[in-house]
């Protein structure tokens, strides 16, 4: 049962939810081997993995346009233009890895452009 299904009025257990529900997601992540970070099932299975004990729409695109993030429809798009062009940065040392990770979160929706998950915009 996810925390949205019983909807508690204490701010702090949901804080707590959150919180373990992301440490159950760290300790996934540390099991896989090599997973392919730069694609959409990728992106889905670690956001279901953040908060699936926590929202019911947990690792899903969202159906509906938001005051942040990009077009509903657009979702696919933006995110395959985002992995392909983290990749082709990765495939041909263009940045090191440390500018390559602080340039990836601001494009991936820590803006108003293009924001990857419900919690930011784009599942859910």
């Known amino acids: 049962m996810s ?3 019983q909807r508690p009025a204490d701010a702090r ?3 707590d939810w959150k ?6 997601a760290v300790r996934w992540l540390k099991r896989i081997r090599s997973p392919d ?3 959409e099932g990728f992106c889905r299975t670690l956001h279901s993995k953040m908060f ?3 929202w019911a729409w947990a690792g899903t695109f969202r159906k ?3 005051n942040i993030g990009c077009d509903w429809n657009q979702i696919g798009v933006k995110l395959a233009q985002l992995f392909g062009n983290t990749r082709w940065w990765i495939d041909n040392n263009v940045f090191p890895s ?3 990770a602080a340039r990836f979160p601001p494009r991936s929706g820590l803006d108003s452009s293009l924001t990857p998950m419900a919690t930011a915009g784009i599942l859910g």
Not at 19 to 24: P, V, W, Y
Request: charged share 40%.
């Open 3 to 5: 925390l949205e299904d």
């Open 13 to 15: 257990i949901r804080n």
């Open 19 to 24: 919180q373990e529900n992301i440490l159950r």
């Open 37 to 39: 970070v730069l694609s």
């Open 52 to 54: 699936d004990m926590t």
């Open 64 to 66: 509906s346009d938001k």
């Open 98 to 100: 440390d500018e390559i």
